[in-house]
Every structure is written in structure tokens, then in C-alpha cells.
């Protein structure tokens, strides 16, 4: 008897289908990709012709500048796991009171730009600080200097270890809880029992987040250049204020760029790893809440601590500031302009951002192959380089070849394009994914060209995702600090640059209304992210 | 005054002669290759205008890849291809899919969410004349009413008939069919198997079906094409792809097979259910070969009721009962082990573990020499 299931194993499916794309898509693609590599690119131009590049990263005041900065990436990445991991034990697996409010409340730093935190904690602790004027009529002239690493490490810790929290609590909530009842059947208690086979399988979490940690303290300006400590971002921008020569700033970029690709490497590859670690796979079945007891005083009271230092004193120093602001009379229209300017260059730069994030996402959806994947893993360098290595780089570019673009608002867009596509080709991706190739190709044996099927077809079905992509590009946009700094045309004030040079010069009352806008836009993004991790 | 009586308007598909006929497709010599994967392999056919044609294959034999080469989705390798007598496949020649005047039907119906159904059955048409075509088809599909709804809105065989009313409205040349049916549950597919053919049937449309699944293909097609990897075994009306399948493969895989092992003496195979003729050419006398007997051919005796004993190689055992509603197939499992299926109506059935001998009344079957590759 022939049976049928061996004839329907007979023969073997063929392989993905990638249809050439057309000559206009790849076009367009290509010119994207050459965008997000043209910093890089021009960096190593710069580096590569001069003669004395090597004795300048030998220089003792460079090696100066990579060892502060990361001795501070260290301090931090490590502060931010030992407060990340409590706190996303403490919310994920304990019986503590208001869990879904400490958790929304400690995610909430995340999202302050770090130039905010910066102001917060010279605002509310600097020498000439809120406190030191509450503290006033006690006879307090002046409080202990906290700038350089002290500072800079206290605001990156503070407004970047909810990466930590947010990996650590999603394998939490994910574990089996068999494997804990079955360590506590054998008869090791609470404590071995997390020491021993809890922390072993949160480790590739922990790693995780303390490599994005490491990527933002790595990157960050706003912070350190208020806090005044010589990291390679500050330095750089200083090097680049104070020298028309572009090649030490550029040596110094390119080093900076070297040790976050060092930071990337690391997390792509535990990513891959973590990613078998989690084969638990089936049904999940939540964990019971352990019981914390008499142990839930000092819990609350450290979640208190860093929500207080994190969320309470940054708001309360802005409403200190904005209270002794109008009481000198300071005015509020002052932040007008610069509100305008944010929101006309964050718009432009996420229409921009989704219109180029369409070629790379149907590159890489619809015609997967060699030259897709080049051309989104290119638009991905976006997403890999500082704002400032992407700003020098484009001030160097301009101010050399093309002096009549320098300090004007097409430069400022390209490079916030450059910086935020990789966030828009993310969304379209995603939402083209959802798109059956099927209705393409009905609307193409219906008479339609590929081009005018994207139009009249893809595009108007994936609307909704191109409009969040746009959104979510244009809350990051209205954050972005150093590229504006670098980039944008004279006396054109964002919010960010705003916020920073107030701060700098110690106007502290001048900088607390454009941090409470900032805070209002940095609470929109947070709602974003949470409804599209929703979504999904 | 006069009566005057209007003919129906019911226009037939012409019965002439096929060299009369013009042809909807021809392919030539079609190949398509996918790195080491032969998809499609040296397949010539001809499909002549009106005709429904199923293209059936186990997953993975090149169907849709065919499919998908007639629609230009994919370029052939070698060969050519087509449509309406005009050229759209070949060495020097590309059309792309947007100027072959084909249809398509997908499994998942592939209505554009963000139109409503008269908004997807206007899809492929010109502006002009567009409401009224559009209301001729709503109506053709038996969707009248519905015109404002959007897809979301409607039911899985609903969906198929919006799909089928957008692929049928500009009058393509050929419409392709890839697994319209799969997504429907049971029941809903064979009501809609019906409507579809009756309703290409009423536009005059030619058809290509690809399908793996040998009902809808035998039911719904005038000629059924089966492909295994890469090539065509055969092509022939529903009727003669069952009783005289040309291989061992087709008679597996349309309808179930008992390829009982036999030798031929005076031309006639010997098996041990009876002696056949064999269809088609004689055979040598002392040639070891297969017969093919479908399981409603097979009639069982119990052993228990035979007046002499039989021969005990004869003899097979029920070792499984499989029901189907009207009928009850039985697996026959003989002394060697090897077994059979026969199929008896519901209300002759026999118990699991009786002893039964079995023959067959067909006179010619399809013999298969064994050592053939197929």
C-alpha cells in the first residue's frame, strides 16, 4: 500500500524568494545607507591622513581621557546593578505595597534626558544649589564642590539604571518558579536559594543591562559636560570650541566610537546567547510573591531613596527654580522660541526619518539578500556612534566641503536623520512585517506597478505605523542635545540647548522651564515605549 | 401584437474542436530552478480558453512555483510561456505581472484592509464604467449589499468571494487559483467549491487551481495536471486519472491505492485476489508486477462462511476499521504482512479480527512492472 504521507514528504520546499528590487528602491536605499556611514567614514578620512594620529592617541592627556572615562562607565554600570537589581526583584517578585506604581515610577528616569538630570543634580546639590539655599538661613554660603566624577557619576546612575531594571525584571517575571520551589523542596532556604539558583539565571539579564548602562555612560554629554568632567565627550567638544585643528577631536571620536563598538560587540553576542538561555518555552506560570515581611520597612524605604533621588528631586528642583523664578521675575515667554525650534526641527527631522526608514524597510522585508542587509545594517551606525562623534562629524564635513550648509537647519536635519532613522526603519519594519506579500502582488496582477503598488497599496495599510514611528522619532528628537549643539544655526535655541546652556551658566532659574517642558515630552515617550511593548 | 420569447441569457463555453480552440496558456518547456532545488522541471501544457485546469502535488513538487511563473512573480530558467496567444515568458522576454491580464486567488484572501469591498473589486478597473462592473459582480458573487463593508467585516468564504469578484473584474485572460480553499473549515469549502465554479462557469472564465488536496482538484477541475518534484506525471480528466493512473505515484496520490504484488501468466497478472488483464500493453509472460485496486473494488468473504477451506495464503485478518460515514474502510493484513484496504457501505461491516478472503470484480486494472522507478 503506498502510503501518502511518504509521497508528501517526498521533495523539499524551495528556498526564500528575494525578486530583484527595482532600480529606484535600491536607489534609495543605497543613498540612506551611504548617510549613516558618512560620519564614520569621514572621521577615518580625517584620522587616516594625518601623519601624527598615533602619537595623539598615545598623548598622556588622551589616554588621560579614556581612562576617566571609563573608570566612570564602571562606577556607574556598576552602581546601576546594584540598585537595578533589588529594585526589579522588588517589583517583580515581592508582596510589596503599590508594586505596579514603584514600577511605572522607577522605569520613569529612563526617559529624563541626561542633561535634565545633570541640571537636576547641580540645581538641587551644586555649590549654589536648591539646597544650599533652603540650608541658607542657617549659615550655609556654600556646598561642598560635587563637580567632575562625583556628579557625573551620581546623575548617570541615576537616570540610567532602570536599564537594568527593566532586562532583570523581564527574565524575573519569565523564570520557571519550579526551579525555586524545587531548590526550596531540597532544603535550602530563601537566601541560597536566590544566591544560588535565582542569580545564576539572571546573570545574562544583568549582563545585558549593565552593557546598556555602560553604552549610555559611554555616550552621554549632557551630563558630564554640566558635571565638568573630561570624558570623551566633553573633551571632545572642548578640543573642537577651542582648535580649528579637526584632528585630535577626530582621534578622540574615533576612540570613543571604538569602545562602544567594544560595548556593542559584547551585547550582541551575550543577546544571541541569552536568547538560548531562555528556552524554558510553554506555558508561563507566574511565581507566588515572596512574603517580605518585616523585611518590607527597608525595602520601602530604599525604593524611597532612589525614586527620591531619581524622580522627586529632579521635579521638586525644577518647581524650586520655577518658583524663585517668578518670584525675581523671570519670564515665562522666554521659553517660546525655543519650544518653536524644537518642535519645527523634531517634526521636519521625523517626517524625514520615516520617509527614508520606507526604502530600507522594504529593502530589508521584501528583498532580503546581501545588499539589503548592508544597506539597514549601515542606517543601524546611526544607532551605534554618539550624538557628538555624529555632530563633529558632520561639522567637519560641512565646514570643509560645503561652507554654504554649515550652522543651517538642512544640516542640523540630515544629521538628526542620520541619528534617528534606525528608530523609524525599527517601526516600519516591524509594521511591514505585518503586511502579506500576497496583497502586493494581487495588486500587481491587477495592473499596478511596484511603485504604484507601495503607494496606492503598502503605504496607506501601514499608516498607522509610519505615524507612530514619526511620533516616536520626534519625541526623541525634541531630546537630542550634542548634534544640536554642534549643528544648529546661530541663535536657533531647542529646549535641550536651552536647558544645557542655562544650566552651564548657572542660571538655574532660566533652565526650569524648559525642563519641566522636557520632562512633559520625556513622560510622553515613556507612555509610547509602555503602549507599544503593550501592542505587541 | 406579437409574443415575443427572450432566449435566457446564458452564454455556454462552445463545445469545438481542441485545434479550433484558442488557448488561454501554454507553457513550454518551463524550468526554474532555486539554487540546488529543482522547482520546476521541463513542464509543457496547454490550457484552452473556458477550461478549468487543477495542478495537484504534494507540498513542495513546483505547483506553486508553476503558479508563480505564469503569474511573473518569478522568471523562468528556460522555457516560455503564453497567455492569450501573446509571448510574456521567454529568453528575451519579461512582462511583468501588471500587463499579463491574469487573476489572482490567494489561500489567505488578500483583501486590501483599508478598502472596502467595492473598493477592492474596483481595484483592477478602469474609472470609466467602474460602478456598474462593480455592481454586476457584487451581484455575480452574491455579495449584493454588501458593497460598503470592509473586509474585516466578513466571513472567511465571504472574503473568497470578494476575492474571486476582484481577480474576475477586469476580464483577465486566466485566473490563478493558489489553494483558494485551505483556510475554510470543512464544511464551508465544499459549499464554496460549488458557488466558484459555477460562478467561472456563468463569466466564462479559464482557470488554474493549484491544490494539494486531490478532492478539490478532482472535484472542481475539467483536467487535472499531477507534479511531483519539478514535472508533470500526468494530465487527464478527473475520471481517467483514477481508474487509469499512468504510475504507481498518481495512484497514490489520487484516491487510495492497494498495489498488489503479482506475476503474469498468459497475459493475465496472477494475484492473490485474482487474475487481471492488464490495461495497456502486454506483458512477458514471468513478469513480477503491481496491480492497482482501489478499496470500493475489493470484496471481503469470511472465512467462516466459505463451504472448503481456503488456501492459508489467501487468507487476511481485519486488523483495523476506519470510518467514514457511508462507508467503512477495513485494513487487511495478510500472512506476509502485507496490507490492504476494501471498503465495504456502513451497514456490511465486519468486526475487527475476523478472517476473511477478498476478490475483486474490476476484469482490467492498471499493472505497474515492478522495478519501474514510479
Redesign the interface.
Known amino acids: ?4 504521507a511518504s ?9 526564500a ?1 528575494t ?1 530583484a528590487p527595482p532600480a529606484w528602491l535600491v536607489g534609495a536605499g543605497v543613498l540612506v545607507a551611504m548617510l549613516g556611514l558618512l560620519p564614520i567614514a569621514y572621521l577615518l578620512i580625517l584620522a587616516g591622513t594625518s601623519e601624527d594620529a598615533t602619537s595623539l592617541v598615545l598623548r598622556d592627556r588622551t589616554l588621560g581621557v579614556l581612562g576617566r572615562t571609563l573608570l566612570l562607565a564602571a562606577i556607574v554600570t556598576s552602581a546601576s546593578v546594584l540598585i537595578g537589581v533589588p529594585v526589579a526583584w522588588l517589583t517583580a517578585r515581592s508582596d510589596l505595597p503599590g508594586r505596579r506604581w514603584w514600577t511605572i515610577i522607577t522605569l520613569l528616569p529612563l526617559v529624563v534626558p541626561s542633561y535634565v538630570g545633570g541640571y537636576a543634580v547641580v540645581a538641587a546639590f551644586g555649590p549654589r544649589g536648591a539646597l544650599q539655599s533652603l540650608l541658607e538661613p542657617f549659615g550655609v554660603e556654600r556646598l561642598p564642590d560635587l563637580y567632575g566624577l562625583p556628579g557625573a557619576a551620581l546623575a548617570l546612575t541615576l537616570f540610567s539604571f532602570p536599564y537594568v531594571v527593566l532586562s532583570v525584571r523581564a527574565t524575573l517575571l519569565r523564570l520557571d518558579p519550579a526551579f525555586e520551589e524545587v531548590s526550596r523542596s531540597l532544603g535550602r532556604g530563601p537566601w541560597r536559594t536566590f544566591l544560588t539558583v535565582t542569580l545564576p539565571q539572571l546573570r545574562p539579564a544583568i549582563t545585558s543591562g549593565a552593557l546598556l548602562v555602560a553604552l549610555y555612560s559611554l555616550a552621554d554629554f549632557g551630563a558630564v559636560s554640566l558635571l565638568q568632567f573630561d570624558s570623551f565627550t566633553r573633551a571632545i567638544y572642548v578640543q573642537y570650541r577651542a582648535s580649528f585643528d579637526p584632528t585630535l577631536a577626530a582621534v578622540l571620536a574615533l576612540m570613543l566610537v571604538a569602545c562602544t563598538a567594544g560595548v556593542l560587540l559584547a551585547e550582541s553576542r551575550l543577546r544571541g546567547r541569552g536568547r538560548y538561555h531562555r528556552s524554558g518555552g510553554g506555558s508561563s506560570r507566574p511565581a507566588t510573591p515572596v512574603r517580605l515581611g518585616a523585611w518590607r520597612w527597608p525595602a520601602l524605604v530604599f525604593l524611597g531613596l532612589v525614586v527620591g533621588l531619581a524622580v522627586v528631586v529632579p521635579v521638586g528642583t525644577i518647581g524650586f527654580w520655577l518658583a524663585r523664578g517668578v518670584s525675581v521675575g523671570e519670564s515665562f515667554a522666554t521659553v517660546w522660541g525655543p519650544t518653536l525650534n524644537s518642535v519645527l526641527a523634531s517634526g521636519l527631522a521625523a517626517v524625514l526619518a520615516v520617509l527614508a526608514s520606507i526604502p530600507v524597510a522594504v529593502l530589508a522585508v521584501r528583498h532580503r539578500g546581501a545588499l539589503a542587509a548592508l544597506v539597514e545594517r549601515a542606517t543601524y551606525a546611526g544607532f551605534a556612534l554618539p550624538g557628538i562623534v555624529i555632530g563633529l562629524a558632520f561639522v567637519f564635513v560641512a565646514a570643509r566641503y560645503l561652507p554654504f550648509v554649515y550652522q543651517t537647519l538642512p544640516l542640523l536635519l540630515v544629521a538628526y536623520l542620520v541619528r534617528f532613522v534606525p528608530e523609524a526603519v525599527g517601526v516600519t519594519r516591524a509594521s511591514l512585517l505585518q503586511v ?1 506579500p ?2 502586493e ?9 511596484p511603485a504604484r503598488v507601495l503607494r496606492e ?1 503598502t503605504l ?2 501601514i ?1 498607522p505605523g509610519l505615524a507612530a514611528g514619526g511620533a516616536l522619532v520626534f519625541l526623541t528628537a525634541m531630546k537630542e542635545l550634542p548634534t544640536t549643539i554642534l549643528l544648529a544655526p546661530t541663535g536657533f535655541d531647542t529646549l535641550a540647548v536651552r536647558i544645557w546652556s542655562a544650566t552651564s551658566e548657572g542660571f538655574f532659574a532660566r533652565a526650569a522651564p524648559p525642563a519641566l517642558l522636557m520632562v512633559v515630552v520625556a513622560a510622553g515617550s515613556l507612555w509610547f515605549v509602555l503602549r507599544q511593548e503593550r501592542s505587541r | 401584437m406579437t409574443a415575443t420569447i427572450e432566449a435566457p441569457a446564458v452564454t455556454m463555453a462552445p463545445m469545438t474542436e481542441p485545434d479550433s480552440t484558442p488557448l488561454a496558456l501554454r507553457t513550454l518547456s518551463l524550468a526554474k530552478r532555486f539554487g540546488e532545488v529543482v522547482a520546476v522541471d521541463d513542464v509543457t501544457l496547454e490550457l484552452p480558453r473556458g477550461e478549468f485546469l487543477g495542478v495537484l502535488g504534494p507540498s513542495g513538487c513546483g505547483k506553486t512555483t508553476l503558479l508563480r511563473l505564469v503569474a511573473g512573480f518569478e522568471r523562468p530558467d528556460a522555457g516560455g510561456i503564453e497567455i492569450d496567444g501573446q509571448a510574456v515568458s521567454g529568453p528575451r522576454r519579461n512582462v511583468p505581472p501588471e500587463s499579463r491580464r491574469i487573476g489572482m486567488v490567494f489561500q489567505e484572501s488578500a483583501l486590501f484592509p483599508h478598502l472596502d469591498v467595492g473598493g477592492n473589486i474596483a481595484f483592477g478597473l478602469p474609472r470609466r464604467g467602474r460602478a456598474t462592473r462593480v455592481a454586476e459582480l457584487v451581484a455575480l458573487v452574491g455579495l449584493a449589499g454588501l458593497q460598503h463593508r470592509m473586509p474585516h467585516e466578513l466571513s472567511g468564504g465571504q472574503q473568497q468571494r470578494v476575492a474571486l469578484a476582484r481577480a474576475l473584474a477586469p476580464d483577465p485572460a486566466l485566473i490563478l487559483f493558489d489553494e483558494p480553499f485551505s483556510s475554510l473549515d470543512a464544511t464551508l469549502r465544499s459549499q464554496l467549491r460549488g458557488e466558484v465554479r459555477d460562478i467561472l462557469r456563468v463569466a466564462g472564465a479559464t482557470a488554474l487551481f493549484v491544490t494539494h488536496d486531490q478532492g478539490e482538484a478532482l472535484e472542481i477541475s475539467d483536467r487535472v495536471a499531477v507534479m511531483r518534484a519539478g514535472r508533470i506525471e500526468q494530465i487527464s480528466t478527473p475520471d481517467e486519472l483514477y481508474l487509469r493512473p499512468i504510475n504507481r505515484f498518481v495512484a497514490g496520490f489520487v484516491g487510495e491505492a492497494n498495489l498488489l504484488p503479482g506475476e503474469v501468466r498468459h497475459g493475465e497478472v496472477q494475484t492473490m485476489v485474482g487474475r487481471f488483464r492488464a490495461a495497456g500493453d502486454a506483458l512477458a509472460d514471468g513478469t513480477r508486477a503491481e496491480v492497482l485496486l482501489r478499496p470500493e473494488q475489493l470484496h471481503m468473504l469470511p472465512v467462516a462462511r466459505l463451504s472448503s477451506p481456503p488456501r492459508p495464503e489467501s487468507v487476511l485478518t481485519i486488523v483495523r476499521r476506519v470510518f467514514h460515514g457511508s462507508e467503512v474502510h477495513h485494513v487487511l493484513r495478510s500472512e506476509t504482512g502485507l496490507e490492504i484496504e476494501a471498503a465495504t457501505p456502513s451497514s456490511a461491516t465486519l468486526a475487527v479480527g475476523t478472517e476473511v478472503i477478498a476478490h475483486a470484480r474490476a476484469k482490467e486494472v492498471p499493472v505497474y512492472p515492478t522495478g519501474d522507478d514510479a
Open positions: 500500500m503506498v502510503t501518502l509521497l508528501r514528504a517526498a521533495g523539499t520546499r524551495p528556498g524568494r525578486p502579506s500576497r496583497l502582488e494581487v495588486a500587481r496582477t491587477l495592473g499596478r506597478s497599496v496607506p495599510i499608516r
